[in-house]
């Protein structure tokens, strides 16, 4: 089965970190461009950050740039999310999701609550 | 404010045909990029309905098609069924930004 599998969701105060993995299964995951795109509560979907298939190239939205690395483990299969200096605005649901043509898998999405 | 401009929402009866747009600009849909359209059920994540304008993965009813023209994109929905009360998104490209994916910021679908 094709699946993706976020996790280290959470509650954090402001400026301080978390980190979110996403393990994926069931496709070959080396060959795939990996995205993060979130959710705030009650809110649209908006593209984070994204990551070629060998991990040597990356981009980020202009809200996350300088604050968020994102990374990937092929052996592992394994994507990440370093997220510093959080703020209350960052809090959403990070969903991870593969990009071939369209987005598709999907995880099922971990919620970062950003509040003292 | 999202670089895609979609309704906040559209209704429909139980087996009318329903049409959510899709408009964008000369820098993402009309520079010739595909639009993608990704159906998001309440409580759940998205799910991609619609790849490269207007072809259907496999599993999702041909109720659903999507249709591109210029600067602008369409999903339809016919033989509207109680299950397709959910959020819609339309997803491209955009050259002019850093960002370059870009969202429209999603119609919610009432199936009164």
């Known amino acids: 089965e094709v699946q993706l599998v976020e996790s280290g969701g959470g509650l954090v105060q402001p400026g301080g970190s978390l980190r979110l993995s996403c393990a994926a299964s069931?496709?070959?995951?080396?060959?795939?461009?990996m995205h993060w795109v979130r959710q705030a509560p009650g809110k649209g979907l908006v593209w984070v950050s994204r990551?070629?298939?060998?991990?040597?190239?990356?981009s980020y939205a202009d809200s996350v740039k300088g604050r968020f690395t994102i990374s990937r483990d092929n052996a592992k299969n394994t994507l990440y999310l370093q997220m510093n200096s959080l703020r209350a605005e960052d809090t959403a649901v990070y969903y991870c999701a593969a990009y071939y043509d369209g987005f598709d898998p999907w995880g099922q999405g971990t919620l970062v609550t950003v509040s003292s | 404010q999202s670089v895609l401009t979609q309704p906040p929402s559209v209704s429909g009866a139980p087996g009318q045909r329903v049409t959510i747009s899709c408009t964008g600009s000369?820098?993402?849909?009309?520079?010739?990029?595909?639009v993608h359209w990704y159906q998001q059920l309440p409580g759940t994540a998205p799910k991609l309905l619609i790849y490269?304008?207007?072809n259907r993965p496999s599993g999702v009813p041909d109720r659903f098609s999507g249709s591109k023209s210029g600067t602008s994109a369409s999903l339809a929905i016919t033989g509207l069924q109680a299950e397709d009360e959910a959020d819609y998104y339309c997803?491209?490209?955009?050259?002019?930004?850093?960002?370059?994916?870009?969202f429209g910021g999603g119609t919610k679908l009432t199936v009164l």
């Open positions: 000369s820098s993402n849909i009309g520079a010739g990029y595909d």
């Open positions: 990551i070629n298939s060998d991990g040597s190239s990356t």
């Open positions: 490269g304008n207007s």
């Open positions: 997803q491209s490209y955009d050259s002019s930004l850093s960002a370059h994916v870009v």
């Open positions: 069931g496709f070959t995951f080396s060959s795939y461009w």
